[in-house]
């Protein structure tokens, strides 16, 4: 192991060129780590959050359909295009999907005022009879009539509403429902999200805002297989002519939003993987003048006996521990760098101690030796190929 | 030992493509040294006395004729196999010593037997050889920065006998030494010499030439 050996002392003599040069390789493994970590942290706490499995289909009014409604009616005077699903669109999508649920749902946002204490809240204004198919509830009853409402778990802890609490919606003060139920804690969601929302009897709300028609439309498929079918369905039935609904299921939102995030990842990796390489430039370039300086110990070692392929493997090893020792303090260092973005950024630091995460720091570590090694080969080469005449004449 | 010669030259040329046109540093010629010799090269600078101890130490292949080393040809061996024979019968005594800086004195020495499949009484050659070179034994772990130049050629001439080589070449030895220390030097060749190595020397100093028992005179890269 006497090439090692050198390779060792060679370092340790210009410790501080090659403290640089591991700098750059720590740098580099803990910028791949700690993004990698950051982006499957990211997948990780966005999946947790959502609540949806992929049994919904979500209709909604076609959107550019309605900025053109602004403009002259549509060509050939066909269905009114507007930005709601009016009554008779919905019965369509109904007698279009058989026997699985419908809820239509109308949204909005007014203050509310419970007791003394004021704020505003989302509204989700459903016929009472579809409630249960699309809310479980934490505490209470649904409503059986316009007067009763329920209300999101996060917004019933921040006014204290608990069933029987009246709350007033809007500035008029006879404008009161009583709640009848809490429902339970659902997270982010495609089709709505209620923890933050009051819900209220559709006939309610249509009354009060005189508002008949519905801003989208939920199914609720009960075979997950069906989707597809159900989909078709409803496209064939309202968007015949021109497109006037959008038809999303969430798992076709799902799977566009991790395709997303996975491009999110692979982008971020890459930009770490910038950083390695300008540490592999550094290498190159620390490796190179160590060869041009010790170009007549070369033809020293090679006169006195020392094959060509252990020159090589002599600069190889000084490039290996540069990128070992580099790579083992990044990948040290990454453990508190992915911790503190986990922190910082998600303020869920403990997704750091998850395998997929934790693959990260031995992914940047792998890159790390590999760069360095790859930096090392031209050097090595390039050192091994000398004539050794021409090296020992080298002053 | 066979009644081999150790190096024999036969119509040996060596011409150096330089821009300017070729260069011939070596023109036509033969020569050998028998076992046991101890031959001066001497020439005005330029004369190819350079060329000749380099492909001597089989460091390069001539452009036309043939060079044996102990009987072997050497102009179609591959590097590797050029390596292996430096290693084993070739000693290099140089004039700026070029020990290798990173290693001890003792580690120099070392060195070549490390290279070898001997490795394991490395060590006990090394500090034997050494010994035999007058060194002060404290002086065996310092780097060569820290010893003076006779002492940095003492453990040169070590290095270059540790592998029990045949012939040991010898490029200007007492060139960076003054007049007594280079004495010392010579007279240490003078004692392997009396050992039976081979030794050819390249010098200008006709002082230390009188060491040798026989003179190469070239100019202009042919012998006179």
Same mark, same amino acid.
């Given at each position: 192991?006497?090439?090692?050996?050198?390779?060792?002392?060679?370092?340790?003599?210009?410790?501080?060129?090659?403290?640089?040069?591991?700098?750059?390789?720590?740098?580099?493994?803990?910028?791949?780590?700690?993004?990698?970590?950051?982006?499957?942290?990211?997948?990780?706490?966005?999946?947790?959050?959502?609540?949806?499995?992929?049994?919904?289909?979500?209709?909604?009014?076609?959107?550019?359909?309605?900025?053109?409604?602004?403009?002259?009616?549509?060509?050939?005077?066909?269905?009114?295009?507007?930005?709601?699903?009016?009554?008779?669109?919905?019965?369509?999508?109904? #007698?279009?999907?058989?026997?699985?649920?419908?809820?239509?749902?109308?949204?909005?946002?007014?203050?509310?005022?419970?007791?003394?204490?004021?704020?505003?809240?989302?509204?989700?204004?459903?016929?009472?009879?579809?409630?249960?198919?699309?809310?479980?509830?934490?505490?209470?009853?649904?409503?059986?009539?316009?007067?009763?409402?329920?209300?999101?778990?996060?917004?019933?802890?921040?006014?204290?509403?608990?069933?029987?609490?009246?709350?007033?919606?809007?500035?008029?003060?006879?404008?009161?429902?009583?709640?009848?139920?809490?429902?339970?804690?659902?997270?982010?969601?495609?089709?709505?999200?209620?923890?933050?929302?009051?819900?209220?009897?559709?006939?309610?709300?249509?009354?009060?805002?005189?508002?008949?028609?519905?801003?989208?439309?939920?199914?609720?498929?009960?075979?997950?297989?069906?989707?597809?079918?159900?989909?078709?369905?409803?496209?064939?039935?309202?968007?015949?002519?021109?497109?006037?609904?959008?038809?999303?299921?969430?798992?076709?939102?799902?799977?566009?939003?991790?395709?997303?995030?996975?491009?999110?990842?692979?982008?971020?990796?890459?930009?770490?993987?910038?950083?390695?390489?300008?540490?592999?430039?550094?290498?190159?370039?620390?490796?190179?003048?160590?060869?041009?300086?010790?170009? #007549?110990?070369?033809?020293?070692?090679?006169?006195?006996?020392?094959?060509?392929?252990?020159?090589?493997?002599?600069?190889?090893?000084?490039?290996?521990?540069?990128?070992?020792?580099?790579?083992?303090?990044?990948?040290?260092?990454?453990?508190?760098?992915?911790?503190?973005?986990?922190?910082?950024?998600?303020?869920?630091?403990?997704?750091?101690?998850?395998?997929?995460?934790?693959?990260?720091?031995?992914?940047?570590?792998?890159?790390?030796?590999? &760069?360095?090694?790859?930096?090392?080969?031209?050097?090595?080469?390039?050192?091994?190929?000398?004539?050794?005449?021409?090296?020992?004449?080298?002053? | 030992?066979?009644?081999?010669?150790?190096?024999?030259?036969?119509?040996?040329?060596?011409?150096?493509?330089?821009?300017?046109?070729?260069?011939?540093?070596?023109?036509?010629?033969?020569?050998?040294?028998?076992?046991?010799?101890?031959?001066?090269?001497?020439?005005?600078?330029?004369?190819?006395?350079?060329?000749?101890?380099?492909?001597?130490?089989?460091?390069?292949?001539?452009?036309?004729?043939?060079?044996?080393?102990?009987?072997?040809?050497?102009?179609?061996?591959?590097?590797?196999?050029?390596?292996?024979?430096?290693?084993?019968?070739?000693?290099?005594?140089?004039?700026?010593?070029?020990?290798?800086?990173?290693?001890?004195?003792?580690?120099?020495?070392?060195?070549?037997?490390?290279?070898?499949?001997? #490795?394991?009484?490395s060590r006990e050659r090394a500090i034997r050889v050494l010994r035999s070179m007058d060194l002060e034994e404290e002086l065996f772990s310092h780097k060569p920065s820290e010893l003076s130049g006779g002492q940095q050629? #003492?453990?040169?001439?070590?290095?270059?006998?540790?592998?029990?080589?045949?012939?040991?070449?010898?490029?200007?030895?007492?060139?960076?030494?003054?007049?007594?220390?280079?004495?010392?030097?010579?007279?240490?060749?003078?004692?392997?010499?009396?050992?039976?190595? &081979?030794?050819?020397?390249?010098?200008?100093?006709?002082?230390?030439?009188?060491?040798?028992?026989?003179?190469?005179?070239?100019?202009?890269?042919?012998?006179?």
């Open positions: 192991m006497i090439f090692f050996d050198f390779a060792r002392r060679n370092i340790r003599l210009h410790w501080f060129r090659s403290v640089l040069a591991v700098i750059g390789i720590v740098i580099g493994v803990i910028a791949i780590a700690s993004l990698g970590i950051l982006g499957n942290s990211l997948v990780l706490s966005i999946t947790e959050t959502i609540s949806d499995v992929g049994d919904t289909v979500i209709v909604t009014p076609h959107t550019g359909a309605a900025a053109a409604g602004n403009g002259p009616g549509p060509p050939g005077g066909g269905a009114v295009t507007s930005n709601t699903i009016s009554e008779r669109q919905v019965g369509q999508i109904e #007698r279009a999907v058989g026997p699985n649920t419908v809820i239509p749902l109308a949204q909005g946002g007014d203050a509310i005022a419970v007791g003394s204490e004021t704020g505003a809240a989302v509204i989700y204004a459903m016929p009472v009879e579809e409630m249960p198919a699309l809310l479980d509830l934490a505490d209470g009853i649904y409503p059986r009539s316009t007067g009763g409402a329920l209300a999101g778990s996060a917004l019933a802890a921040e006014f204290g509403m608990q069933p029987g609490t009246r709350v007033q919606v809007g500035s008029n003060a006879s404008n009161t429902l009583r709640v009848v139920g809490v429902i339970e804690e659902r997270g982010v969601g495609f089709d709505i999200n209620p923890d933050f929302a009051l819900i209220v009897p559709h006939a309610w709300y249509s009354d009060v805002y005189d508002e008949e028609e519905y801003d989208q439309v939920i199914v609720k498929v009960r075979d997950v297989g069906d989707i597809d079918v159900v989909k078709a369905a409803i496209e064939e039935t309202l968007n015949r002519r021109e497109t006037v609904v959008d038809v999303l299921d969430t798992r076709m939102i799902l799977e566009s939003l991790f395709q997303v995030f996975e491009q999110i990842t692979v982008f971020t990796l890459a930009i770490g993987s910038i950083s390695l390489v300008v540490a592999g430039v550094s290498i190159l370039n620390v490796m190179m003048m160590s060869v041009s300086e010790r170009t #007549r110990e070369i033809g020293v070692m090679r006169s006195i006996g020392t094959r060509q392929q252990d020159v090589l493997r002599m600069f190889l090893y000084e490039a290996l521990i540069l990128g070992l020792i580099g790579s083992i303090i990044g990948g040290v260092m990454s453990i508190g760098t992915g911790y503190l973005v986990n922190a910082v950024v998600l303020q869920r630091p403990e997704f750091l101690f998850v395998p997929s995460s934790l693959v990260y720091i031995l992914y940047g570590m792998g890159f790390g030796v590999a &760069t360095s090694i790859a930096s090392g080969i031209y050097p090595a080469w390039k050192a091994s190929r000398l004539n050794p005449i021409q090296a020992l004449r080298f002053e | 030992m066979s009644d081999e010669p150790v190096i024999r030259f036969d119509d040996v040329s060596k011409v150096y493509s330089l821009p300017g046109g070729d260069v011939v540093a070596l023109d036509h010629v033969t020569l050998t040294v028998e076992p046991g010799e101890f031959v001066a090269v001497m020439g005005p600078s330029g004369s190819g006395k350079s060329t000749l101890l380099n492909l001597m130490g089989c460091l390069d292949v001539p452009t036309s004729g043939r060079i044996f080393i102990n009987g072997e040809e050497i102009s179609r061996m591959s590097d590797d196999v050029l390596t292996r024979l430096r290693r084993n019968h070739i000693g290099f005594i140089f004039q700026q010593f070029n020990l290798i800086p990173l290693l001890s004195a003792l580690e120099n020495v070392e060195f070549p037997v490390v290279l070898t499949e001997r #490795r394991g009484e050629q #003492r453990v040169a001439i070590a290095r270059a006998l540790v592998n029990e080589p045949e012939l040991l070449l010898c490029d200007e030895p007492t060139g960076n030494l003054d007049t007594k220390t280079g004495t010392a030097i010579m007279d240490l060749l003078r004692l392997e010499n009396g050992e039976g190595k &081979t030794i050819v020397m390249v010098t200008h100093d006709p002082k230390v030439a009188e060491y040798a028992h026989r003179h190469i005179r070239i100019v202009d890269g042919r012998l006179v």
